[in-house]
């Protein structure tokens, strides 16, 4: 069996488990490493004690967010068929995927950022912010959105590596870079000595430099060919029948990734327009729940790179139990967070240090978030695994049930005619995982993935 790590023809539990958790240890600590850069951000802006400064960071956040999740289809695309090719032992056209990935990286890179900075003001408008809001959350998107035209080549190198097998360069990179950004956010928002205070501004600055690093970084690392890196770069140029293939997978992965932001720019919308109180309430328990993620993306990326190489060597009965296996244990995991959330939701607010306005919506929001932690963890694994099979169809019917059904008509319905507020909101999004956890897992176990192989 050619994959990246050593399985015996049929492998016991515990050899599962070894291969389960050398992949998700790794990403589980470079998410939590991310996680802890949101959730500093929003712990220090949280303790200017300024709605309008909590609001400014929390959408141009969530813009950016979008652009990269948008992009993230690219990422998808290459990580499976890096996987597939590396399971396959065709570590050449890995490489020949990966060269083409970079090409589109790049330039889409340059013009997100370009017309980001450009369109920010009135983008940022159409999402409802307004005065000092407004001001600082132009800075912060502009700042922040210029830097992906090295960011994106950057989180696609790093899903090449994930699909390979190697989790370990990515934690060690972004790892180092994301204690910077906290350290640089610590002293550019408060100031220190000779650095004066800079507020949401040195957020924005702590999020550039931080980000920009390490996407220098692994870009050099892997042109130069050192370390642990199985990527040599000899040229970016466009090769059509790779860069067909290469975006033909990506689409459906983008068309579901356009559909859920859309649905959430929306989402937002409606959040925002529930006042800066609720906008700045909902951003703190994001923040808190996005502690849960960590384990969650985690587990995910080990169950896109078991299955993806699992059906390059054409083992399609290990691929669907090893995913089965990372399921269950990722259930576990994310269902105990679940029980935290449900049991201390109010009181983990606290240390937001926000207005007691916030913070009492906040905790409701938390509380709520619980609720939805089994149907993430099924969504992230089992969504996962199909995309990294090569089935990246299944993940977009599922998000077009989910956003449509849960994300904007219960939504709406509950926080408006209803007047539940941002508890209608949360309550709306938790059915919107559990459905879309629902659809992913019928498709799974249905087998749709296996002609992929």
């Not at 389960?20 to 850069?37: D, H, K, Q, R």
């Not at 989402?267 to 529930?274: D, G, I, N, Q, T």
């Not at 309430?281 to 995910?300: D, N």
Request: aromatic letters at 14%; hydrophobic letters at 55%; glycine letters at 12%.
């Amino acid at each position: 069996m050619r994959t990246s790590f050593t399985l015996s023809a049929n492998p016991t539990r515990k050899e599962l488990d070894r291969v389960i958790f050398s992949l998700t240890g790794p990403a589980v600590v470079e998410n939590l490493l991310m996680t802890l850069v949101s959730f500093t951000d929003t712990i220090m802006v949280g303790w200017l004690r300024s709605s309008a400064a909590l609001a400014a960071v929390a959408m141009g956040g969530f813009l950016n967010l979008i652009l990269t999740q948008l992009f993230a289809a690219l990422v998808v695309a290459g990580t499976s068929l890096v996987a597939r090719s590396w399971g396959a032992g065709e570590f050449s056209r890995a490489r020949s995927y990966l060269g083409q990935a970079l090409f589109l990286a790049f330039t889409i890179g340059f013009l997100v950022a370009v017309s980001g900075y450009f369109l920010s003001f009135p983008v940022l408008i159409l999402m409802g912010l307004q005065g000092e809001a407004l001001e600082k959350g132009v800075f912060y998107f502009r700042l922040i959105v210029l830097v992906n035209f090295l960011a994106f080549p950057a989180q696609t190198l790093f899903g090449a590596l994930r699909g390979s097998g190697d989790t370990r360069t990515p934690m060690l990179i972004n790892g180092f870079a994301n204690i910077l950004h906290i350290i640089l956010a610590f002293l550019l928002i408060y100031g220190w000595g000779v650095v004066p205070a800079m507020g949401v501004a040195g957020a924005a600055w702590a999020t550039a430099i931080a980000t920009g690093l390490s996407s220098l970084i692994v870009i050099f690392l892997v042109y130069l060919g050192k370390g642990e890196f199985y990527f040599q770069l000899v040229g970016l140029k466009p090769e059509k029948p790779l860069l067909k293939e290469l975006t033909r997978l990506a689409s459906p992965a983008f068309w579901e990734a356009l559909i859920f932001r859309g649905a959430q720019v929306v989402f937002m919308r409606f959040v925002s327009a529930l006042g800066e109180v609720a906008l700045a309430a909902h951003q703190v328990a994001l923040s808190i729940e996005s502690l849960s993620y960590m384990p969650g993306w985690g587990f995910a990326a080990a169950s896109t790179t078991l299955a993806g190489q699992f059906v390059g060597a054409r083992r399609p009965e290990l691929a669907e139990r090893s995913v089965m296996r990372t399921l269950k244990i990722g259930l576990t995991i994310l269902s105990s967070f679940g029980l935290v959330f449900l049991a201390f939701g109010d009181k983990i607010a606290l240390l937001f240090g926000g207005t007691p306005q916030v913070l009492a919506q906040a905790g409701i929001a938390i509380r709520l978030g619980g609720l939805e932690q089994p149907g993430l963890a099924v969504l992230m694994i089992v969504a996962g695994a199909l995309r990294g099979a090569g089935d990246t169809k299944s993940p977009m019917i599922a998000t077009f049930f989910g956003v449509f059904i849960g994300r904007l008509l219960l939504v709406y319905l509950l926080a408006f005619p209803l007047g539940l507020g941002l508890a209608g909101v949360w309550l709306a999004t938790i059915f919107d995982w559990s459905l879309r956890a629902g659809i992913v897992y019928y498709f799974f176990k249905k087998g749709t993935w296996r002609k992929f192989f």
